[in-house]
Nanobody, 118 residues
Framework: QVQLVESGGGLVQPGGSLRLSCAAS?????????MGWYRQAPGKQRELVAR???????NYVDSVKGRFTISRDNAKNTVYLQMNSLKPEDTAVYYC???????????WGQGTQVTVSS
């Protein structure tokens, strides 16, 4: 199995920053997994925010490019999402996801709430 523990969500004012962390563990986890962050806002479908491959290459949804940065520490089995210049439309539950390849659903964290509001 794979266990994912997320942290770092909260309430922040527009223009502020937050850093999300997700630590992976379990016998089935591998540092070769793709690691990523998704989010789901009320009334909307879950969407990919960012993902990072084992070679360090990354993908971002257009709406966060230039504001969010995904990174990973393979020694700690942890993926991070640094979120800067936050906007109210970034408000959502953010989910960590790890997967062996793009053809699988992978494993999900429990979600952490990010609220951007003045």
């Amino acid at each position: 199995q794979v266990q994912l523990v997320e942290s770092g969500g909260g309430l922040v004012q527009p223009g502020g920053s937050l850093r999300l962390s997700c630590a992976a563990s379990g016998s089935l986890f591998s540092i070769n997994f793709i690691m990523g962050w998704y989010r789901q806002a009320p009334g909307k479908q879950r969407e990919l925010v960012a993902r990072i491959f084992t070679d360090g290459s990354t993908n971002y949804v257009d709406s966060v490019k230039g504001r969010f940065t995904i990174s990973r520490d393979n020694a700690k089995n942890t993926v991070y999402l640094q979120m800067n210049s936050l906007k109210p439309e970034d408000t959502a539950v953010y989910y960590c996801n790890v997967k062996r390849n793009l053809m699988t659903d992978g494993y999900w964290g429990q979600g952490t709430q990010v609220t951007v509001s003045s």
